[in-house]
Antibody, heavy 121, light 109 residues
Framework: EVQLLESGGGLVQTGGSLRLSCEAS????????MTWVRQAPGKGLEWVSS????????YYADSVRGRFTISRDNYKNMLYLQMNNLRAEDTAVYYC??????????????WGQGALVTVSS | EIVLTQSPGTLSLSPGERATLSCRASQSLSSIYLAWYQQKPGQAPRLLIYGASSRATGIPDRFSGSGSGTDFTLTISRLEPEDFAAYYCQRYGSSPMYTFGQGTKLEIK
């Protein structure tokens, strides 16, 4: 059974930093592209960042590029999101997702339960 | 950048009725890049449809996807009580890698 378990959420001040972690199990983690998606309170889904299976290629939304860093440890089956210079608009539930790619397209086949990040002044 | 616009924003229907949800892209895109997700309150999203028309594992056949070019549709043939939720379309591509529509809330009438 695929499991994704996020941790590291919490309350942080504007301009502060936080690191989210996602522990993966039940699938070949080192062969999977991984993604972070967030959802602000009462709002829709927003793609944040993705990372290739080897960790060699990163992708970021314009809203977080230069402030957030995605990384992984394939030996520990862990995905991370380092978030710096946090803003009020980064307040959201952050979901970790496993991507499945087929015929040059990808989609999120498994999701974690989410971690809440609240940025307050 | 391709923008996805979903309509309606809210759809009010009764169990047993047919639901038709629309996702319109600002530019033509290949159907293999279009997916649909369902999200119930307090839960993580769940993949329903990928490649515009292929059901994900475990998804009931009352859910179907169709469309091409700029117009895509998610149809729920006969609504069950558990189908009332929010639905999002998503496009895979580049710059940015993924884009979501703003969502359609399907509520009980």
């Amino acid at each position: 059974e695929v499991q994704l378990l996020e941790s590291g959420g919490g309350l942080v001040q504007t301009g502060g930093s936080l690191r989210l972690s996602c522990e993966a199990s039940g699938f070949p983690f080192s062969s999977s592209t991984m993604t972070w998606v967030r959802q602000a309170p009462g709002k829709g889904l927003e793609w944040v960042s993705s990372l290739s299976d080897s960790g060699g290629t990163t992708y970021y939304a314009d809203s977080v590029r230069g402030r957030f860093t995605i990384s992984r440890d394939n030996y520990k089956n862990m995905l991370y999101l380092q978030m710096n210079n946090l803003r009020a608009e980064d307040t959201a539930v952050y979901y970790c997702a496993r991507d499945t790619c087929s015929f040059t397209s990808c989609y999120h086949t498994s999701w974690g339960q989410g971690a809440l990040v609240t940025v307050s002044s | 950048e391709i923008v996805l616009t979903q309509s309606p924003g809210t759809l009010s229907l009764s169990p047993g009725e047919r639901a038709t949800l629309s996702c319109r892209a600002s530019q033509s895109l290949s159907s293999i890049y279009l997916a649909w997700y369902q999200q119930k309150p307090g839960q993580a999203p769940r993949l329903l449809i990928y490649g515009a028309s292929s059901r994900a594992t475990g998804i009931p056949d009352r859910f179907s996807g169709s469309g091409s070019g700029t117009d895509f549709t998610l149809t729920i043939s006969r609504l069950e009580p558990e189908d009332f939720a929010a639905y999002y379309c998503q496009r895979y591509g580049s710059s940015p890698m993924y884009t979501f529509g703003q969502g359609t809330k399907l509520e009980i009438k």
